[in-house]
């Protein structure tokens, strides 16, 4: 699969890509397989990687900002220093190998949560 980034340039979506720092802002990652890529610092606010496969994902210090999470799958991931601040993580999956960013409450698995501000309002 491959994206063409808010940069201009050509990504290409599998598993194992190094796609640090890149520009995704927006593109439409759904049910993409992403496993064990690396997102680290990567521009992913108002992404679409609902259904996505992250797994032992490298997203640390990347904008998630609004991005759509939705059933995504984070077992493993690394999401230290990352911006979730809108992120809609309903019906996401981690395990207890998932780095979430430092001060970030990790909510029960719900299928209806969506991260505002760092409030789920449960």
Do not use: C
């Not at 259904?51 to 210090?61: F, G, P, Q, Y």
Request: charged share 20%; no cysteine; net charge negative.
């Amino acid at each position: 699969m491959k994206v063409t980034g808010t940069d201009g340039k050509e990504y290409t979506i599998e598993p194992r890509a190094h796609l640090s720092k890149a520009h995704l802002r927006g593109a439409n990652l759904s049910q993409a397989n992403l496993v064990h890529a690396d997102l680290s610092g990567a521009d992913l606010a108002d992404a679409y990687l609902d259904e996505a496969n992250l797994m032992d994902t490298n997203l640390s210090n990347a904008n998630l900002s609004n991005a759509n999470l939705r059933d995504a799958n984070l077992e493993w991931a690394n999401l230290s220093g990352a911006h979730l601040v809108g992120a809609n993580l309903s019906g996401a999956v981690w395990n207890d190998e998932t780095v979430f960013p430092e001060g970030f409450e990790i909510p029960e698995m719900s299928r209806d949560l969506d991260w505002q501000d760092g409030d789920f309002g449960l």
